[in-house]
């Protein structure tokens, strides 16, 4: 049985579009199809998230902030020296 699909919309540049149809018509598959192929390999090789070099930067600044909206006022959390 298949798992339920959720719509996602997104662009491509020409080139990789073209590409991506040439690769469809030669396996008889759909493009929907190679990039969810593509979408769960890039999932594998990243997950889980410990993995990630990157992963390693979550914590490091143990900080109160006074202001609840940090996201709209984010420029002055990153550009404001103490």
């Known amino acids: 049985m298949s ?3 959720e719509r ?3 662009y491509i ?3 990789a579009n073209e590409k991506l149809g040439i690769i469809s018509e030669k396996l008889g ?3 929907a199809s190679l990039v969810r192929e593509g979408v769960n390999k890039i999932l594998k090789e990243k997950l889980p998230l410990e993995k990630d070099t990157a992963y390693e930067l979550i914590g490091l600044i143990d900080q109160e ?3 609840n909206n940090i ?3 984010h420029d002055q959390y990153l550009y404001t020296t103490a």
Request: hydrophobic fraction near 30%.
């Open 3 to 5: 798992e339920k699909k």
């Open 13 to 15: 540049d020409q080139d």
């Open 8 to 10: 996602l919309q997104f």
């Open 65 to 67: 902030f006074e202001d």
């Open 71 to 73: 996201a709209k006022n």
């Open 29 to 31: 598959v759909s493009k």
